[in-house]
């Protein structure tokens, strides 16, 4: 009898510390809420103890242009214009790169490849139907697809940063199916160094 009071003590024991002891674990390849402060994570310095802060490297790429810590783009002039002719457009409910639109996506793959101090925003769009939550998830997984195609081309994910706008930023605000097709869409920014 008592060990039976004595495992049944143990078990809720365990199912007690389980959630206290639970490992959290930290999502890689995650787009930052706009507004959001993102701090990268830093690893210690050779030779240094852990848990020592360090500060940010600034690195020079190889055109000279400096640059901040890799993925750090923050205040660097945005050209909406370059990309314009690159815009990916979308089928209604679908977040998959039709094979007609994946050349545009190589076109900007290639313009990164060639100029490695430059790096890329997506911004991901929809019509206006639906809800905003669902839009904006939508848009979401727009510009993450179109991320994933500059990636698999070759370009470092940290210089592909990604935002969703849902159905906010309409192009056409027209309310048929022909301003629905131009508001479904992925945009490409390009950010270059000060």
């Known amino acids: 009898m ?7 003590l143990v078990a809720l024991g365990l199912v007690l510390t389980i959630p206290v002891v639970g490992c959290k674990k930290t999502p890689r390849g995650i787009t930052p809420l706009p507004g959001a402060r993102v701090s990268p994570p830093s690893a210690p310095p050779p030779g240094g103890i852990i848990g020592t802060p360090t500060t940010p490297v600034v690195t020079e790429t190889p055109t ?3 640059t901040g810590p890799r993925g750090n783009y923050e205040g660097w002039p945005e050209d909406r214009e370059i990309f314009k002719s690159q815009t990916i ?7 998959v790169i039709k094979s007609s639109e994946k050349s545009k996506a190589d076109a900007v793959a290639a313009h990164l490849r060639a100029n490695p101090s430059h790096a ?12 905003e939550e669902y839009n904006r998830a939508l848009g979401e997984r727009r510009a993450l697809a179109v991320r994933e195609q500059l990636i698999a081309a070759g370009i470092a994910p940290d210089r ?13 605000p ?5 301003a629905w097709r131009k508001n479904r869409r992925g945009e490409f920014i390009l950010l270059t160094p000060k």
């Open 89 to 95: 457009y979308f089928d209604f409910d679908s977040a």
């Open 64 to 66: 000279g242009f400096p």
């Open 120 to 131: 890329v925003k997506i911004e991901g769009h929809c019509d206006e139907r639906g809800t």
């Open 174 to 178: 027209g309310h048929n199916e022909a």
């Open 2 to 8: 008592k060990t039976v009071k004595f495992l049944n």
């Open 160 to 172: 592909v940063l990604t935002i969703s706008y849902g159905e906010d930023r309409p192009v056409d």
